[in-house]
């Protein structure tokens, strides 16, 4: 399929392919496919300095990064070069080859398994040109950088521990890892997902963001761009199109124009045209033999749209590329790497990570020390009660609470509803329906309606649903608060677990509730101008036996010093009423929908080992929930 071409909504040279695979004949394929390994549920990873790797496909979805130097791809008539920091993904029946340049290379290749993850069943096309990547992620660009390099600090901690040659080597993380390895690629998708899908490119300028922004018209196309992959073998009426997606003929044929830049017939033919390239390169056939297969009317017809695509006849084509195929020629690396750059390298990962997350020297920041050594308050009563006079809450009896705001619905409700909590008494109690589902709507209500319920009339979990999920930690009377975090204990020596919730409720939430806001992005600009200028958060605490300075702080007793820790944090950026609001808002969602949404805001997880001293650190409006066992 043509990718989006930013500034004059036309097609670039390039493809990508969905491809249905009863519409193309794997066995005539077979010869260029490689496979993904049975057995292996989740992803490989490959680390290699290429000379090259000839064209080739497969049935599975790859991300290629450059660690150094730069590397050229060719994929379909498309050729690019992607530098060192840059990545690229590639679909699934995607042709694509990989060549070095004049510069050496190392490359970090990650396969992801058809059994985790499938675009093909998905529906799914990725745009493949990492010059647009940055534009469209914006603000979770850096975060889409940071899961890669904890996958591949993943696969790479396997790689040092275990006997790999030097050279190309193919790893797998180990088993105890699965979960968090799941945890990572399934962030990592919903990340592609929401940022770099094709219908969105082809259906709007970036600059502009206008059709980016609805999901219908996204929709509607994909459904389009699904039924000619399925079907472009046979002769297809603009009407077929219509009985399918259920939009009538004129604005089909308008969508299809205007969004993709080729008439009706032209995108029937282009997607054919695509589909011969992995019967030239990858079958002996006839090409009249290739013409019949693709559904064209003459060989004329197809050598003429070929030729308008790929600058040369099928011919040409085939005589210039099919000995540059998997077929013909084996994988080439520029050199071995020894297994000591893969340590060297595993050590700067973990650095960019450890950096990544306490990212203090850009920003303002201040430093609390929790003295682990206090013993939890008893509330038993009343829940969670307050340690520790200061905090900027004001106090849930003085406020004023709407029966409606729409500040309730909001990723900023989180953080705020734990200052109430921690401020004073049994919050929930008095205040049950912070906690309880939506009520008081029609059946026909809008996804968001300001209720201050923790999921919405539909479905939808809100911020602070997982909020009360990770307080239910801390529900044992026997638990701490101070400003910003609950500290519980759980568990009985020599096997105890230490849980931390930490918030940052960066304005008091009296202050938004006083107002009246028209649209959420009033909202969102009131709060931004007044946390702009606010310093980050950072906990210390001390793990170790024993203290040496009033600071330095130290666990209980019967401790043992092999702690594992597990951080768990809401991502406010993928929250539902967020991604709601990136859909243009619509006056209502389907349960698939719904499921997506939830599904793509579950908090990410990390699990890691401390060392002697841990640090957490915090932007406004961030909640983290933080375990860590001592075994």
């Known amino acids: 399929m043509p990718f989006y071409n930013r500034g004059n909504n036309q097609i670039r040279k390039g493809m990508m392919t969905l491809s249905q695979t009863e519409n193309i004949n794997i066995s005539l394929a077979q010869p260029l496919m490689q496979e993904f390994p049975e057995g292996i549920r989740l992803s490989r990873f490959s680390f290699f300095s290429l000379r090259e790797y000839p064209i080739h496909t497969h049935l599975h979805m790859e991300i290629i990064y450059v660690l150094e130097g730069s590397l050229s791809i060719k994929v379909g008539v498309s050729n690019y070069t992607i530098s060192a920091g840059e990545f690229t993904i590639i679909n699934p029946f995607e042709l694509h080859g990989l060549y070095c340049t004049d510069e050496p290379n190392r490359v970090c290749l990650l396969e992801i398994s058809p059994r985790f993850y499938d675009p093909c069943e998905e529906g799914t096309i990725f745009v493949s040109a990492y010059t647009l990547y940055h534009d469209a992620a914006k603000e979770d660009f850096p975060k889409i950088e940071e899961v890669l390099r904890k996958i591949f600090h993943l696969h790479l901690s396997a790689m040092v521990t275990e006997e790999s040659p030097d050279g190309y080597l193919p790893v797998y993380s180990n ?64 009407q077929d199109v219509a009985d399918r997606t259920y939009v009538n003929r004129y604005h089909i044929s308008h969508l299809v124009k205007s969004g993709i830049g080729f008439t009706f017939s032209e995108l029937l033919q282009h997607i054919r045209i695509e589909k011969a390239e992995i019967y030239l390169l990858g079958t002996d056939l006839p090409i009249s033999q290739i013409v019949f297969e693709l559904g064209f009317s003459s060989y004329r017809y197809f050598n003429q749209h070929f030729k308008s695509l790929f600058h040369m006849t099928p011919n040409a084509y085939r005589q210039k590329y099919q000995k540059q195929t998997i077929l013909h020629k084996e994988i080439s690396l520029l050199a071995p790497i020894p297994r000591s750059v893969g340590e060297s390298l595993l050590l700067r ?231 709601w609001q990136r859909m243009g808002c619509p006056n209502s969602l389907d349960q698939e929908t719904v499921r997506a949404l939830n599904n793509s805001s579950q908090p990410d997880t990390y699990f890691f080992n401390p060392q002697d001293r841990l640090e957490i650190t915090l932007k406004p409006f961030d909640v983290k929930y933080l375990r860590i066992s001592f075994s």
């Open 175 to 238: 088993a105890h890892n699965e979960e968090y390895e799941k945890i990572l690629l399934r962030t990592l998708i919903n990340y592609f997902e929401l940022h770099f899908t094709a219908e969105y490119f082809l259906l709007s300028d970036h600059k502009e963001n206008t059709l980016r922004d609805s999901s219908v018209q996204a929709d509607r196309l994909k459904n389009i761009l699904s039924y000619f992959y399925e079907n472009f073998p046979q002769k297809i009426q603009l």
């Open 349 to 579: 990962w973990g650095s960019l990570l450890s950096a990544a997350s306490k990212d203090v020297k850009q920003q303002g920041n201040r430093t609390c020390f929790i003295d682990l050594k206090k013993s939890p308050i008893q509330s038993a009563e009343h829940g969670p009660s307050c340690e520790t006079a200061g905090s900027n809450a004001a106090p849930y009896s003085r406020l004023n609470w709407p029966q409606s705001h729409i500040l309730y619905d909001t990723p900023y409700m989180a953080s705020l509803l734990l200052s109430q909590i921690a401020a004073a008494g049994p919050f929930l109690k008095k205040h049950p329906r912070f906690a309880a589902k939506d009520e008081g709507s029609s059946e026909n209500a809008a996804p968001f309606n300001g209720k201050p319920g923790a999921v919405t009339q539909c479905g939808l979990r809100k911020a602070s649903f997982h909020t009360l999920e990770f307080l239910k930690h801390f529900d044992t009377g026997e638990c701490r608060t101070a400003p910003h975090y609950f500290l519980t204990w759980s568990g009985t020596s020599p096997s105890r677990i230490l849980h931390l919730l930490f918030y940052y409720a960066a304005l008091d939430i009296d202050e938004p509730l006083s107002q009246s806001f028209p649209t959420p992005e009033a909202l969102t600009a009131y709060i931004e101008e007044r946390i702009q200028p606010m310093e980050q958060l950072t906990f210390s605490l001390d793990l170790r036996n024993t203290a040496q300075e009033p600071q330095e702080l130290q666990r209980p007793q019967g401790i043992a010093p092999c702690p594992a820790a597990m951080e768990q944090q809401l991502k406010l950026s993928l929250d539902p009423f967020v991604q």
